[in-house]
């Protein structure tokens, strides 16, 4: 029995040495020859930091540490190549998996990635095929906004065309589903507690997207959202060919403004909830750009809301101050229409109202936060229509009453006395003063 257990001991000895042996096999000595091929084809310097076969758990080629580019667009941790070891003896190589650990990419990455994609006008006689390809750990970047880390899985079929494609982030929070339908891809987008990885950053409590995409763009024919206690549905294209544009339309109902309205570019004090129907469009070179290129169109309607730093009664009913700042307006709606631009914000038709005021104008708001525009506002109390100048700023926003009105009060206040003779007097001034404007806005030009 003892040239039994001495063979054992033998044979043993040769298969640790068989599986240790790849541990210890470099392939790095044909590392310039490798990483010169696929600059070549990639039209791109390449760098690969080690190539080494490894037989556990299967055979495969492990590769660590592959750049490509210049500036660092595609940055590579880890790739394991698993083949199918019966069909490295036929025409056909089998690539049964594609594992690549910490993927790291820019939108110019993205960019280049179709081009790269396309096949040889020649091919060799030798072909390849990849039945699957997973991704760990990705990390896209566009511009200052970036997407991850999340995980990805394709399956391709005989043919090597993609069967279907999963995106999950790694925190679950978002999942992307892709099913090809040539020549597109439909797309079927789900995401729970997720914020949108650009500006503004909205957290969305649900979102649901379907939609075709092909590599140069996507159209999102259905969208709908919970978010801050009401929904949204609406539609959108993107297109990513030269830099992002981004085109549709959203209805809004019930969204609490109080948590949206701070993440615009100016910093609005306004609560209630909110109902808009709207039309956008942008284009920009980057994805982080994109909200300051937003062109927006919407009307609006916020009801039972507060417009918090300025009170129009007060402004309003203490006319011969110069100015009135501070305070709060409460009222049952607030209506009107928004143009938002890269010249700021021009709200037109403003309609506010409440049991003991009514007010209508309209109001800018700069680039800088400056406010300027003129407000009408009624108030029961002094039963007469009171222009009112807005100026300051967003976060300080100042009313003051027009000069024609100023005087008219201060007269008023001088001959009647304070109360009926202020309420008489302005009423008078705001009618004198809006009859000369109309006059000269009706003179002919010259």
Known sequence: MKWLKSILIGLGLLLATAVALPFFFSLNDYLPQIEKAVSDKLKEPVSIKSIKLTALPLPHVAIDGIKVGTTDDIRIGKVLVTPDLFSLLQSTKVIKSIEIDSLFLTQKALDKIPIWSKPETSRSPTQFRVESIRLKNVQVNYGKASLGPFD?????????????????????KLKVFIKPNQPNYLLDVSATAWQLPVAPPIVFDELNVKGVATLNDAYLNKVSAR????TANGKATVSWQKGMQLSGNFDAHQVEMQKIAPMLSFKTHVSGRLSAKSAFSASADSADQLMNALHLETSFNVQNGVLHGVDIQKAATNLIKKAAAGGETRFDQLSGHLIMDQSGYRFTQLKISSGTLAVDGNVNISPMNKLSGRVNAHVKAVGANV????????????????????????????????GFGTSVGAKIGGWAEGLFENKEEEKPKK
């Open 152 to 172: 990805a899985l394709v399956s391709l079929d005989s043919k090597g065309e993609p069967e279907k494609a999963s995106i999950a982030t790694q925190d679950g």
């Open 227 to 230: 978010l801050y206690g009401g």
């Open 387 to 418: 222009p009112l100048n807005v100026t300051g700023t967003v976060d300080e926003p100042l009313l003051y009453p027009t000069a024609g009105t100023m005087a008219g009060a201060a007269a008023g206040t001088a001959i009647m006395g304070p």
